[in-house]
């Protein structure tokens, strides 16, 4: 018999953690044949070492979520609980880190990536959308699953002007592909991305420049995919060539195109729901995995405006 502790910082996340009438833990316990206590902020889990190790495993995400502001449900445990199973970890050569996916909407979205040759992700911001979409490109080039690697950005100003940004066509593109390219830092040592963008295996590209093109047997991935048209959504998705899958990610919240102009994002997937090989997660605060701080400004966000009195107003 083996015993496990988790210590809770802040006493008020064993409610949302527990979840109602304990379900969340009960669960657990008939799940994997353990005993879960709570006694002084102090998780105690009891029972042989094959299942503790695993119920610790699934508290210690349920924690996260919960410190996160999430309040876990039944169905995210029982996502969690079969996560070993399901989606195990992305299978990625000298990466930095290891990759998997964290909250049980990170793994639907894995496995949307795995079982579809065309997913759509949408959700805010620090969900992982562009990071696992990476993640699961570089997997499948590793793999051999894939010949080529095709990262799409809209190059959309979002408040400013890019004529009048410093520099060539290149240097006033970057920033527009940058996260694309910080993520795969994370995942290939610099000199291996150096010579496979070289060598044309991995493609970093605005979504103008696809325009007339077909690829074969390439993952291709369409960032901030809510600032495009849906002209251009409709020339991307049938870019796609045999043995190819594309991932789009975005988030439909943050549209910076024209006023009255309506996102390919939304329009596609009000016209390719339902269809077989089509993926589509909606990831949701719950699966933010940035700054902890992240999540609470998102929530702000999406509430309405509050008033502050002006230093006028208040004498």
Do not use: W
Not at 54 to 63: D, F, G
Not at 160 to 176: F, H, M, Q, T, V
Not at 180 to 196: N, V, Y
């Amino acid at each position: 018999m083996t015993e496990a502790t988790i210590s809770l910082v802040d006493p008020k996340l064993v409610l949302p953690l527990f979840g109602a009438r304990d379900q969340n833990v009960r669960l657990i316990r008939d799940s994997l044949g353990v005993t879960i206590t709570h006694r002084d902020s102090v998780i105690h889990v009891t029972g042989d070492d094959h299942s503790v190790a695993r119920a610790t495993e699934v508290l210690e995400q349920l924690k996260a979520i919960a410190e996160r502001g999430g309040s876990p449900a039944v169905e995210d445990v029982s996502q969690i609980l079969n996560l070993g199973q399901e989606a195990p970890a992305i299978d990625i050569s000298h990466a930095v880190k290891r990759v998997k996916p964290r909250t049980p909407g990170q793994v639907q979205y894995v496995q949307a990536m795995r079982k579809n040759d065309l997913v759509f992700a949408i959700g805010p911001a620090g969900t992982g959308k562009t990071y696992l979409a990476v993640a699961l490109a570089v997997e499948a080039l590793k793999n051999r699953l894939t010949r080529k690697i095709c990262l799409v950005r809209p190059a959309v100003e979002a408040g400013e002007s890019l004529g009048y940004l410093p520099g060539d066509l290149r240097a006033k593109i970057n920033p527009y592909l940058r996260p694309l390219l910080d993520a795969l830092h994370e995942m290939m040592e610099f000199d291996q991305i150096k010579r496979f963008m070289e060598q044309d295996i991995i493609e970093v590209v605005p979504l103008a420049y696809m325009r007339g093109r077909t690829l074969n047997e390439a993952f291709i991935i369409l960032d901030e995919g809510q600032n495009t048209t849906v002209a251009q959504m409709k020339m991307f998705l049938t870019r796609m060539g045999s043995g190819s899958k594309i991932v789009v990610s975005g988030d439909t919240t943050q549209v910076d195109l024209p006023q009255h102009a309506r996102s390919g994002l939304t329009d596609a997937l009000s016209r390719l729901r339902g269809i077989e090989g089509v993926g589509i997660v909606q990831l949701t605060k719950a699966d933010i995995v940035r700054h902890r701080l992240v999540q609470e400004i998102v929530r702000a966000y999406d509430e309405p405006a509050r008033t502050y009195p002006t230093a006028r107003n208040r004498h």
